[in-house]
DNA sequence: GTGAAAGCGCTAACAG
DNA sequence: CTGTTAGCGCTTTCAC
């Protein structure tokens, strides 16, 4: 292993000028960096960062905690913050709960509070209080993308306005008999129930702002997976009773399954039944599926920067941030015929 | 900051002893043991990898080398991996090398040089000479899942084979005319092509097999693309061509892709056209998709196992490890009508 | 069983 | 501009 004084030795100079001119701090002259910069190349020289770590008390890495890295949100916000990290030259420490239980308050407190990473960045968590405690210990600073988590600063779309708006988009086409596929009851992933009730909450206002009355019979659980999803609506359909006019899913991925057991029975979207997502899922546009379009790798971008910021010593940003959606429209809504 | 040297003072023993009892060295006594686990955890210590890991020069982190991780079978590798390492207490470095060029290359030297891990895993991957050479210069443990890469171990499954096997079912099922959706041509990921010509080598094989001379135009480009693969086949049947009885995708999402192509144009699976995929996608069983399974979280487990008995000092795995594909058969495949 | 001392490779004052 | 001197928090000989 070639470390800094071998450089020193190799060009007769002292190892703190090596190491100042590795990090290309001025104090140092041009010619001297160059020969020190030749010199680390030559002799293939890798700072430990173990090392430098110890010292200055940073890791330059951050930590991204989240509940799973197999669904598509959640993918896409890392693939966002990844594009932010590798810009500024910070490696990911990736903490995946993988669950409740114990084995959650293992994952979590032993790369957080090992200081893996200068900062944390969680994805749709809900802390418990103890958890929230340790990371305010921690002193790191800390996001949430996706979920407001009371005390913590978080990116994410306003899911009441989103449930709302897409719900909207159905009265608009003249629908009052809408059934709503919310989420959650997905106890595998330990996450926030925050999202699928904003949007559920968001999908009522709605219906009683055009004078409505929500029915609970009217809202069937999908656990923001295709496959329950498309078994709750081929349950619905076989049941006999009278399908809705229109379908509001809280995610695009319980649509596909709404869409695949439609037409499974033969039932036409949009013609028997319109279906809208939230999401803009990369498989949506194959459903044709009109959805209200979030965008997770934006979510992770924003989340990444405020706390690289941060890390720069810019004035840490207090304020959540509220990103927009838009309503995507493909065929999957119509006017209602019935 | 609450360090090994605080518990000491506070339990009036030495920072050695504090050090060997949190590792549970044997040579300290069950009493001590517990006194000082006590205070620690009173105290709320936790262990500086930095530190440590400057003096055992490990990290006790893995670094996982991934093209992306929003595809399928990325985030099941990923999912397997870290459920090894959890359990190990190992953490886990994410170098998401995010497409071609000089981007991928800093960040592949930047993470894995830098020696933020004690192995390498590499997710389907082709690496370059320079690449290989640099990572044999690190001389860190390697595996690679997915791919073949010559001169590395690898974990993964008998590409030709699987799709000798997906072709041969179509054959059996008295199949002669089948269409295949290959993958490939993503030039945006910078991942390895192997995958999509072993399997496309082994329905070449299979069709000779069965007197079937392969015919290049019923080869068409899905990009691993649900949506590429659907606009594919679009276009074929808006071609007004003769249609194929039967498709082999080489990935369930392509298949997906063409069953919505299909159905949107009418057409029965598996009435019209039988649709065979490999993968097991967890969306299959909503879309009644046949195909060929695989097991990315095993392979996952496994590569991980490997780098991680690696590490405790067992003697290095040198072979590669072929895991068995099988199909599972749904409705989308069935004997031949026309 | 336990303690004292010597670093791991680097950075950060402080001089010059 | 460059060199010297201390450590960062932990592990690891080597004594006792």
New binding site residues.
Partial sequence: ?V???DIARDIG?????V??A??DLP???EK?KEIVRAAADRLGYV??AA??G???GRTMAISLVVPSVSLWFYSQVIEGVDSQLREADYDMALVNLGGVGVERQRAFRRSLLRHRGDAVLALCLDFSDEEREELRQTRLPVIVVGTPVSGLRFVGIDEVAAGAQATQHLIDLGHRDILHITGGAEERLGLSLRVPQGRRWGYEQALKAAGITPNPARVVEGRFSMEYSRTAIDTLIESGETMPTAIFAASDEMAFGAILSLNHHGLDVPGDVSVIGIDDHEMSSSFYLTTLAQRPFDQGVHGAQILLDELCGKPAVRTSRVLPVHLVTRGSTAPVTR
Avoid: P, Q, Y
Wanted: overall charge positive; aromatic content about 0%.
């Fill in positions: 292993m470390g800094i004084e100079m002292s190892a703190s000028t190491s100042r590795l990090r104090a140092v002259s001297t700072r430990s090392a430098s110890l010292v200055t």
